[in-house]
C-alpha cells in the first residue's frame, strides 16, 4: 500500500466522522470551542499536535502533482501552518474561535467541506 493510500484512509475516515458530526451536532462544537480557547495548555498541545503530523507528512508525502495526492501534501501543509499558528499566536486562536462560533454559514461550511473531504480520500484511499 503507498504512503498516499494509507494516509488517505486514516484522513478519509477522521474527515467522514468529523464532518458528520460537525454538520449534526453545531452545538457540542460550540462548547468545544469555548473551552478550548479557556485552555492555554489544551491550545498548546494541540499546536503540537498539530505541528507534529504536519511535519511527519511533509517529510514522507511531500508531493505536488496534479492528482488527487496532492489533497495529502495540502493536508501535510495545513497541519504544520495550523501547528505554528497555535504555538506561536495562541492568543489569535480565541479570538478566530469568538468569530468562528458566532457565525452560523461558516460552521456548516466547514462540515460540508470537511464531508465532502472525507468522501474524496475515503473513495481514493479504499475505492480507486
Not at 10 to 15: E, H, K, M, P
Not at 43 to 50: D, I, K, L, R, Y
Not at 75 to 80: D, E, T, V
Request: hydrophobic share 60%.
Amino acid at each position: 500500500m503507498g504512503t498516499s493510500v494509507f494516509i488517505a484512509r486514516i484522513f478519509g475516515l477522521c474527515y467522514l466522522i468529523i464532518g458528520t458530526g460537525l454538520l449534526f451536532n453545531r452545538k457540542a462544537l460550540r462548547m468545544v470551542m469555548e473551552d478550548f480557547c479557556k485552555n492555554a495548555a489544551l491550545v498548546f498541545f494541540s499546536g503540537m499536535f498539530a505541528l507534529v503530523v504536519g511535519v511527519v507528512i511533509i517529510l514522507k508525502h511531500n508531493i505536488w502533482v496534479a492528482d488527487w495526492t496532492v489533497i495529502v501534501t495540502i493536508i501535510g501543509w495545513a497541519g504544520l501552518i495550523k501547528g505554528v499558528w497555535l504555538i506561536v499566536f495562541p492568543d489569535s486562536a480565541s479570538k478566530f474561535m469568538q468569530f468562528y462560533q458566532k457565525n452560523e454559514g461558516l460552521l456548516l461550511a466547514h462540515s460540508i467541506v470537511a464531508l465532502a473531504f472525507g468522501v474524496v480520500l475515503t473513495f481514493f484511499g479504499f475505492f480507486a
